[in-house]
């Protein structure tokens, strides 16, 4: 059964860092695109990072700059190195990944179960 688990949460001042983890378990055939997607209480989820399996990352406006989405194939592990955090960065992170099972396998959709970030003024 694959799985995705964050880690790497928690509560940090504002300007400061945190590297948020994403380990994909499980027996897969190809990692395709991984990404970042985190929601705001009261709020809708929304993309912040993606990255295809050939290196290629795609940023929301709001984190270019602050925000690196990396990915260790060799680990099936995506990364997203977050700096200059802002209060409005407070949200629950989740990881997605477009993961094929087997070979000829349809690509499906993978969630983690979300890490929170808490970023205090």
């Known amino acids: 059964q694959v799985q995705l688990v964050e880690s790497g949460g928690g509560l940090v001042q504002a300007g400061g860092s945190l590297r948020l983890s994403c380990a994909v378990s499980?027996?897969?055939?190809?990692?395709?695109?991984m990404a970042w997607y985190r929601q705001a209480p009261g709020k809708q989820r929304e993309s912040v990072a993606a990255?295809?399996?050939?290196?290629?990352?795609n940023y929301a406006d709001s984190v270019k700059g602050r925000f690196t989405i990396s990915r260790d194939n060799a680990k099936n592990t995506a990364y997203l190195q977050m700096n200059s955090l802002k209060t409005e960065d407070t949200a629950v992170y989740y990881c997605?990944?477009?993961?094929?099972?087997?070979?000829?396998?349809?690509?499906?959709?993978?969630w983690g179960q979300g890490t929170k970030v808490t970023v205090s003024s």
């Open positions: 499980g027996s897969i055939f190809s990692l395709n695109l």
């Open positions: 997605n990944a477009l993961i094929s099972i087997s070979d000829g396998a349809q690509i499906s959709d993978y």
């Open positions: 990255m295809a399996s050939g290196g290629g990352t």
